[in-house]
C-alpha cells in the first residue's frame, strides 16, 4: 500500500512532534481511517518532503512525529509557464490538475475576450482558492514536492505584456510550424492556450506582434483542455523529462 502524501502549509523539520490541521487529520481519521504508528509523508513547497509516523488520531485531531527530511527532487528542468484560458465547469480544474502532474511550474487563468466565465472580484478569490486546493491534491497524487505557483487571473493584454525571456508559444492553425521542429534556446517556454471558442484573430496578431511564436497542433480542431496537456507532455517529452 502507498504511503500517503499530505500538503500542510507549516514549516517542518525532523525530530519534532507536530499537529496537523484540521483537514488533514479529518482525512486520515474519517476517510483514511488510519491510526496510530501509520506512516505518512509530509511536505510543505520548500522542496524536501518529510517522513513522519502518526502518534494519534482522533475524529478531529491528529499528531505525527517527523523523524526524517528527505530531499527528492522530482522538478522539470524544463520551467514551463501556461497561460491558461479560464473556461467552464470542470474543465479548467481537470487542466490545472493534469498539468501539475505534468510538470509545470506555473500557470496563469487568463482572461480573454471570448472568455465565457464572468466573476466578481470576490468570487474570483474563491475561484483561486478552490484552483490552489486542486494543485496541492495533485502534488499529493504524483509526489511533488514543490507546488507550482498559481498567479492571479489576467486579462490577455496583462498576459501579453509580461516581461520574459522564455520561448512564447501561441497556437494558430494557420501556422505550418509543428512542435517536432520547436527549437528552444534555453530552458523555459511560455504557453497560451485558448478558450473553448479560441482566441480572436485580434489577440493572435497581438501576440505574433511582441514575439509569440504561431504553432500548429496538426490537422484536428482540440479542446481546449486537450491542446494545453498535448503541448505540455510533447514539450517535456522533447525537452524535459518524459
Same mark, same amino acid.
Not at 482522533?58 to 514551463?80: C, F, G, M, P, T
Given at each position: 500500500?502507498?504511503? @500517503? ?8 523539520? !525532523? ?5 496537523? @490541521? $484540521? ?6 481519521? =474519517?476517510?483514511? %481511517? ?13 522542496? =524536501? ?10 475524529? %478531529? ?6 523523524? !526524517? ?15 491558461? !484560458?479560464?473556461? $467552464?465547469?470542470? %474543465? ?20 480573454? +475576450? ?8 470576490? %468570487? ?8 490552489? $486546493?486542486?494543485? +496541492?491534491?495533485?502534488?499529493? +497524487?504524483?509526489?511533488? =514536492?514543490?507546488? @507550482? ?31 517536432? =521542429? ?36 496538426? @490537422? ?15 514539450? +517535456? ?6
Amino acid at each position: 500500500m502507498r504511503i @500517503p502524501r499530505f500538503y500542510i502549509a507549516i514549516t517542518l523539520a !525532523a525530530d519534532c512532534e507536530i499537529e496537523l @490541521p $484540521k483537514e488533514v487529520a479529518h482525512y486520515i481519521a =474519517n476517510v483514511l %481511517r488510519l491510526s496510530a504508528e501509520a506512516p505518512i509523508v509530509l511536505f510543505n513547497g520548500d522542496g =524536501n518532503e518529510y517522513s513522519a509516523t502518526l502518534t494519534s488520531v482522533s475524529k %478531529r485531531q491528529a499528531q505525527a512525529y517527523i523523524d !526524517a527530511k528527505l530531499s527528492i527532487d522530482v522538478q522539470s528542468n524544463l520551467r514551463i509557464h501556461l497561460g491558461q !484560458a479560464v473556461s $467552464k465547469g470542470e %474543465r479548467m480544474d481537470w487542466v490545472l490538475q493534469k498539468a501539475t502532474e505534468l510538470g509545470v511550474s506555473e500557470i496563469t487563468p487568463v482572461i480573454t +475576450q471570448r472568455c465565457a466565465v464572468k466573476l466578481s472580484p470576490e %468570487r474570483w478569490q474563491k475561484k483561486s482558492e478552490q484552483w490552489q $486546493k486542486i494543485i +496541492q491534491s495533485a502534488c499529493e +497524487q504524483c509526489g511533488r =514536492n514543490t507546488l @507550482p505557483t498559481l498567479h492571479a487571473p489576467v486579462s490577455t493584454a496583462e498576459w501579453l505584456k509580461a516581461q520574459t525571456s522564455a520561448t512564447r508559444i501561441i497556437f494558430d492553425p494557420s501556422e505550418e510550424l509543428r512542435m517536432a =521542429n520547436l527549437t528552444l534556446p534555453n530552458s523555459e517556454v511560455r504557453v497560451f492556450v485558448g478558450p473553448e471558442g479560441g482566441l480572436t484573430e485580434q489577440e493572435v496578431y497581438s501576440a505574433k506582434q511582441i514575439g509569440y511564436l504561431g504553432l500548429s497542433l496538426g @490537422p484536428r480542431i482540440l479542446r481546449t483542455e486537450t491542446a494545453a496537456l498535448a503541448t505540455i507532455s510533447a514539450l +517535456q517529452a522533447m525537452h524535459g523529462d518524459l
